[in-house]
């Protein structure tokens, strides 16, 4: 076996390995549920009462203890999809959201818990819980 056939195989390897880990974040998304919440979303913990803390389009949501981070989630962003639910809820198409305050519900209702138009971007229902799929972005 020559060098050029053992350098050649080794810049396969690398070119397979670079497309692998481009498309992998998408592979390793999380399974939880969603519900909705209504307002008022301040204070917040994330950054208090602070009007700058919303995106645009209200997409935010709160999260449970399992994605709280002790804080670090804060300003975290995610795309969601609705999976399933009761009476087939989900739209198509996915959503992102910011992190903005941590689940004030004990237990927390879901795993993510959606601004009221974060939720209905997804789902035609208000109200009860969805699965979704999850990844942070």
Same mark, same amino acid.
């Given at each position: !076996?020559? !060098?050029? !056939?053992? !350098?050649?195989?080794?810049?396969?390897?690398?070119?397979?390995?670079?497309?692998?880990?481009?498309?992998?974040?998408?592979?390793?998304?999380? #399974?939880?549920?969603?519900?909705?919440?209504?307002?008022?979303?301040?204070?917040?913990?994330?950054? &208090?009462?602070?009007?700058?803390?919303?995106?645009?389009?209200?997409?935010?949501?709160?999260?449970?203890?399992?994605?709280?981070?002790?804080?670090?989630?804060? &300003?975290?962003?995610?795309?969601?999809?609705?999976?399933?639910?009761?009476?087939?809820?989900?739209?198509?198409?996915?959503?992102?959201?910011?992190? #903005?305050?941590?689940?004030?519900?004990?237990?927390?209702?879901?795993?993510?818990?959606?601004?009221?138009?974060?939720?209905?971007?997804?789902?035609?229902?208000?109200?009860?819980? #969805?699965? #979704?799929?999850?990844?942070?972005?």
């Amino acid at each position: !076996m020559g !060098m050029g !056939m053992g !350098m050649g195989m080794v810049v396969t390897v690398c070119l397979f390995l670079m497309l692998g880990f481009n498309n992998i974040k998408y592979g390793l998304a999380d #399974i939880g549920t969603a519900s909705s919440y209504q307002p008022p979303y301040t204070p917040t913990k994330c950054n &208090g009462n602070r009007a700058d803390q919303f995106p645009s389009g209200n997409l935010f949501a709160s999260v449970s203890e399992g994605l709280w981070d002790n804080g670090a989630a804060c &300003g975290r962003r995610y795309r969601l999809k609705c999976l399933s639910g009761n009476n087939k809820p989900c739209i198509g198409g996915t959503i992102d959201v910011k992190v #903005i305050d941590f689940c004030s519900k004990r237990p927390c209702p879901s795993t993510i818990v959606l601004s009221s138009d974060a939720f209905s971007a997804i789902s035609k229902s208000q109200k009860g819980k #969805i699965n #979704i799929e999850y990844v942070q972005i």
